[in-house]
């Protein structure tokens, strides 16, 4: 079965400073990972998706992630960020039951 | 716009009262699947279906029921409701088996049972 970590319920960070959002996975298969991001009151929005090749991908706003497959890590990194990306990220992961397993989710608070 | 509609967004039930929340989606779908979110625990999956009149159960089944008499509806069924029930209620679809091209959420109903 999968299963997905995320150790930090609340990320605090200054804008226009770079952010890392932990994310660990566990799975005896091979898996396809995704960030999604969650703004107050709203519904779930896909920020990006690895599903093979390039290790690096890139997302929206300006987001990417890295698929360590030795780690079992897929973090998503910002260089430099804005209020507006204040939000609730969720990693989430699917493989051999063809469904979404998320995490709790890991709050990003930016601070002016 | 395209994409998942939910109803209704916000509602109040008394213990023991039913409801049904409604989802339907205008992409032609085949998959839908319903979570519900609590605070501080993710989203939990409770059933999910992949086509018209094939429905599964997910995590967190018990107290709830769905059909799926068609491709664009899906509607969660909450049979005699419960405070353990209050929660942000999610749909969502996908295109094809399995996840890989993401799913499409639709903007949640919150439901309070007191």
Redesign the interface.
């Known amino acids: 079965a999968q299963s997905v970590t995320q150790l930090d319920?609340q990320v605090p960070v200054f804008e226009e400073a770079p952010v890392e959002l932990r994310c660990n996975y566990s799975s005896s298969v091979s898996v396809?990972l995704?960030w999604?991001v969650q703004y107050p009151?709203?519904?779930?929005?896909?920020l990006l998706?690895y599903?093979s090749g390039s290790t690096l991908v890139k997302g929206i706003n300006g987001f990417e992630a890295e698929f360590n497959k030795s780690q079992t890590s897929f973090h998503l990194r910002k260089p430099s960020v804005h209020i507006s990306d204040t939000a609730e990220y969720?990693c989430a992961v699917?493989g051999a039951t063809?469904?979404?397993?998320?995490?709790?989710?890991t709050l990003l608070a930016v601070q002016p | 716009n395209a994409g998942v509609t939910q109803t209704p967004k916000f509602r109040i039930l008394k213990i023991g009262q039913s409801m049904t929340l409604q989802c339907a989606q205008d992409m032609n779908h085949n998959y839908m699947y319903w979570y519900r979110q609590d605070p501080g625990m993710g989203l939990k999956l409770i059933y999910y279906s992949v086509g018209a009149g094939i429905t599964d159960k997910g995590e967190v089944p018990n107290g709830y029921n769905v059909s799926r008499s068609t491709t664009e509806d899906f509607p969660l069924r909450l049979e005699l409701a419960a405070p353990s029930q209050t929660s942000v209620y999610f749909c969502a679809s996908s295109y094809s088996r399995g996840s890989n091209y993401g799913y499409t959420f639709g903007s949640g109903t919150r439901l309070t049972v007191v």
């Open positions: 319920s396809y995704f999604y009151n709203q519904g779930l929005q896909l998706k599903l969720f699917s063809n469904k979404l397993i998320f995490g709790t989710g």
